[in-house]
């Protein structure tokens, strides 16, 4: 998801309750992306842009709320300010969106319509009025609390971090409380990235292309300046477009599809990487997917683009197993496994709010077993390919190493390795293995 400039749609002051109550089951445990997808489509621009920038500055508001409420507020106050502090802060950096008073008048108003924080309206309004007095730039130097990284880590997270980065680990903290780009992978079926980027410029879009990453040519990726609804992208519902991270875009180049290849994508939700299999080449794919939800998003985005034909199943199941499989093997495999998302954090604030210091090792085990069963299914001579969205060696380079050893007919390739996220992609790990032939038996 990438959120856009705040859109107007619905009451400033419904909306910062929306988002404090999103805020709110998130701390409890559940995926932003389920709550918002419960959302009205006017509801849901406005919801996601707020809940994205209270989560990405979680720390700064905090150490507001902090210095100015001596005793913590019941969690529903906290999330309203929460929301409320991140707008004032927002405003102040960059000029843009809502006057500070607006922002202040509209959370107290939300305080009064919602029936659990009316106590609070007065301290709300006290808090808020303080909070944009203190952004307010001093000489043209904006003073924010101490900790450079706006955003909720936690320790553990920013523990390994620091092991395994320590060097640029804070910047890349840094850059995942940024907001991700809009970046598009244009559908070479129907267009050359510079048709495709000429339609743009005629719609009054900038954009520059992405020409590599990781050494590997990207020859259909393009940045926005900036964002847009994709409904303004010209041709998005009949498919000329799609949106995609320029490091997701690698999946389909490494693994290289070639007509009549029959081709495994193994948790394919929610297709991106199954349609660019299929734009590069004419193969048969299989696109599979456990979470019974998400396979109609596969579904829609081949329809989308033009691509859902005979060759093309998508089917329920589960990649460590093989209830679902028909017994004939792939040439190729992507494998693009369950992790942490430790890597696509711009794009989900949500995610170091959710994850667990024991969810990697559940994951390391989750993968272990994909892995293993995946290699079962692949032809001699065949290709896997190996992808997480995560900066965790656990879940990438330990992983590689761990399955080259334990597989003797494993031919590791060149490929990336870890990617780390940038102003112009997400985190990504990708390992290649060529098989070599049937391992010995004991």
Known sequence: MTDQKTPRSLPLSNAITIAAQAIGEVIEGRSLTEVLDQLDAHEKPIVQSLTFDALRKWVRSHEYIKQLIPKTPPPEVEHLLSVAIALIVQGSADGKGYAAHTIVDQAVRACDEYEPTRYAKGMMNAVLRKVSLMVQPVEGVKHYPPDPVPMFFPPWWRASLKKNYPKVWQALLIQQALRAPLILRVNARQHTREQYQALLSQEGIT?????????????????????????????????????????????????????????????????????????????????????????????????????????????RG???????????????????????????????????????????????????????????????????????????PEEGEEQAIWFAAEHSNALRLVAPGQILPTEVNDGFYYALFKKMGHEPTH
């Open 318 to 392: 589960d990649a460590s197993k093989t209830a679902w499989w028909d017994g004939k093997p792939f040439d190729k495999i992507l494998l693009d496994s369950p992790c942490s998302a430790s890597g696509i954090v711009a794009r989900h604030p949500d995610i170091p709010f959710l994850r667990r210091e024991a969810d990697i090792l559940a994951l390391q085990q989750r993968q272990r077993a994909i892995l293993t069963q995946a290699w079962k299914m692949l032809n001699l001579e065949g290709l896997l390919l190996y992808v997480t969205c995560s900066v965790f």
């Open 207 to 315: 954009s520059k292309p992405i020409e590599e990453l990781a050494g590997i040519e990207l020859n259909s990726a393009l940045l926005l300046n900036s964002p847009v609804p994709v409904a303004k992208l010209p041709g998005f519902y009949s498919g000329s477009v799609s949106v995609q991270d320029a490091g997701a875009q690698l999946a389909a180049l490494l693994l290289g599809p070639q007509p009549g290849e029959r081709i495994l994508d193994a948790c394919a939700a929610p297709g991106g990487k199954t349609a660019h299999l299929l734009e590069l080449a004419d193969c048969e794919v299989i696109a599979l997917e456990l979470d019974g939800g998400r396979l109609g998003k596969i579904s829609g985005n081949l329809d989308r683009l033009h691509l859902y034909t005979d060759s093309v199943r998508v089917i």
